[in-house]
Structure formats: C-alpha cells, structure tokens
C-alpha cells in the first residue's frame, strides 16, 4: 500500500468542560469501534478504517472530573512529578468503553508516551505505535502511514477520499481563523474550542460541521470585537480554565491558538504526506518558531502568552522563543486542572497593561 497519491461553556467554573466533548467515553456514530489517540495523527485512516478516532486529551479535559482522574492515575503510581495530561490520558484511556486501541505517538510528542504506552499494554490495551520522523523524511512518513493503514485494515484510496471530505472541513475552519485575527468576530476562546476539536472531529466529521456551519453563520454576522491588545497563544492548550475570559476582561484579545491552529493543517495540501510534513508540532522547534513569527506580523500581534505544562520538557523551549521572536512574552505554567489562580491573574493583567501603555 501507498498514499503517495496524486457547547460552549462558562470558563470561570472550573468543573464545566471546555471543549466540544461531553463524555468520558464519547458516541460511537454508527456503533463503530473507537481508536484513541494520544495526540494529533493522520486521522483520515482511523475514518477509512471505519472507526472513530477519539483525541484522549480532549475526552480527558472535558469529562465531569478531570482533576479525579488525575488522582486516580497517582494512586495506580504515576508520581506527582510527572505531565498531568499523561495521568489524565491513561484514567481516560482505562475508563473509555468501546475503546479497541490506542495510537501512540512514541515520536513527535511527549517524551512520556512511551512509558503510558507501555503501562496501558500491561493492562490489557492494545497498542499502536505511530512515529513522526524528526528529520521530516517523507518516505519514512509515508511508510508510517501505510503500516498505520494496514493495522486499521484502511485502503489508501479509502483514505485520499476521507483527506478530501475533511479538507472541506479544514478550510471552514480556516475561515473561522480569519474572523478571530482578521475581522475581530471570533473570540480566542471560541477559536480554541473548534480549531482544537479538529484534531479529531468529535469523532462525527458531519455534525462536527453541521454544528460548525451554524457557528460561522452567527459569527459572521456580529458586530466586530474591539480590543486594546492583541495577543499570541503559543505552546500545548492550557489544563487551567478562564485564561481566555481574563483576557477579555482585561481588553485583550487571543488572536493566534498556536498549536489548535495546527491540528486544522494549514495551509492545505492535497498530498496527505506532504499535508502532515507541514503539521509544526510534531517536528523541531524551528519550524513552529518560523510559523508564529509569520502570524505576529500577519495579525499585528503585540505580545505573546507562552503555556508551558508543569513537568514537560517542552518548558526549554522557552528559551528559544525569546532569543527568536522580537516581542514581549509572558511565560505561565499550569500543573493540575483548575481555575486559574490570582497570581497567573495578576501577571496577565500587568503584562496587558505595559502593552496597552506601549
């Protein structure tokens, strides 16, 4: 085989869900298996395979006690000092019902995935691994995704035509991008909350875009959003809540969702190997640096927030970020689900206000 073819929610309460998901163990259009995944990956096979992809962080944020979770894993024995998300994924994984397998991504995401993998295949999960190549070859990638196919049992044809049924998808959310930096009527909120759904459609690609359509056709017919500051979000979507309705109290606006922009695979390809090359997150830092310097000058961004997730190795890039990028940054760290906290409250309110003052 080969595919080298030419809902929302009040965020000040910290116990509400604050993505598109509604339940730890999500509906199975159709009765169909579900495949978890452990980040982003080439979700068109999982839908030619006939099942349903189900990103595990986004079940894991949105269940009814995400913090529970996260203490359930600790009492199984993940230390403390290690990614809230990884404890979070393997409860949600254990808890899940009709859950067949799990696709790990064991390169081009956390550096703990490995261990979560081999825990969740101790206790019974079945186990895919999936690798993004880090020097971004594409006959490596492609041969990734012809194994990923011939696990799933998904036929490469099946597969271009799933690529071209989203790419319709894609665009539209494209689209909702350029009403939150261009036209002002989308919050970064509201951007976040669809563009990081994308990285697995809700498991239901046709009401993932029935219930998209609706939104556009009420965004686009709003009054724009006027905002003293215009702000970048950089680095992983936040384990805290009500950063985004902070920011807009304080008269700044999220105008750039670095990471959920990516799982909406701008710009489009019509190679599917060639469209996951240009998928940032995977690969080295560089390339995401060169895709937030270019957004900064499109969207006339005057400063960025940097997320970083306590116990993450992903806390060093923050380093390059200031060398790389001539603007101000504001680094905050979240470790468990929560509100957020009246300290990270203040830092935002001082750091939007000394770029209101500039």
């Not at 909702?176 to 498991?203: I, Q």
């Not at 805290?240 to 990471?259: Q, R, S």
């Not at 504001?330 to 509100?339: A, V």
């Amino acid at each position: 085989m080969s595919f080298t073819l030419p809902h929302q929610y009040n965020s000040h309460d910290s116990q509400e869900p604050y993505l598109a998901h509604q339940e730890t163990s999500p509906a199975r259009p159709l009765g169909r298996p579900l495949v978890g995944m452990s980040t982003s990956v080439p979700v068109e096979v999982i839908l030619a395979a006939h099942r349903c992809p189900v990103d595990l962080n986004n079940v894991f944020i949105n269940s009814p006690n995400p913090r529970a979770l996260i203490n359930e894993a600790e009492a199984m024995g993940f230390p403390r000092n290690m990614c809230a998300w990884i404890k979070g994924i393997y409860a949600t994984a254990m808890a899940m019902e009709g859950l067949e397998a799990v696709i790990s991504v064991i390169q081009g995401d956390c550096s703990n995935v490995l261990g979560l993998s081999e825990i969740l295949g101790e206790r019974g999960i079945r186990i895919i691994p999936f690798e993004y190549p880090p020097d971004r070859d594409k006959a490596r990638l492609a041969w990734q995704m012809d194994k990923l196919a011939e696990t799933l049992g998904a036929a490469p044809t099946d597969v271009i035509k799933v690529k071209s049924r989203l790419d319709s998808i894609r665009a539209k959310l494209i689209r909702l991008d350029e009403l939150t930096w261009r036209e002002n009527k989308v919050t970064g909120f509201e951007n976040h909350m669809h563009l990081v759904s994308s990285s697995d459609f809700n498991c239901d690609p046709d009401t993932f875009e029935a219930e998209l359509d609706d939104f556009l056709v009420q965004a686009m017919a709003r009054e724009p959003l006027a905002h003293r500051v215009r702000l970048g979000y950089v680095g992983v979507p936040p384990i805290i809540t009500g950063i985004y309705d902070y920011l807009e109290e304080l008269g700044a606006a999220v105008v750039f969702n670095e990471v959920q922009r990516q799982f909406a695979m701008p710009p489009q390809s019509h190679d599917i190997i060639e469209q996951y090359l240009k998928f940032t997150y995977p690969y080295d830092l560089f390339g995401r640096v060169h895709d937030i310097g270019r957004a900064v000058a499109q969207r006339q961004i005057h400063g960025l927030i940097h997320y970083t997730q306590s116990f993450c190795y992903r806390q060093v890039h923050d380093i390059i970020f200031r060398e790389r990028l001539d603007l101000p940054i504001l680094t905050i760290e979240g470790d468990k689900f929560g509100p957020l906290d009246n300290r990270t409250k203040m830092r935002l309110e001082a750091f939007v206000d000394v770029l209101g003052d500039q």
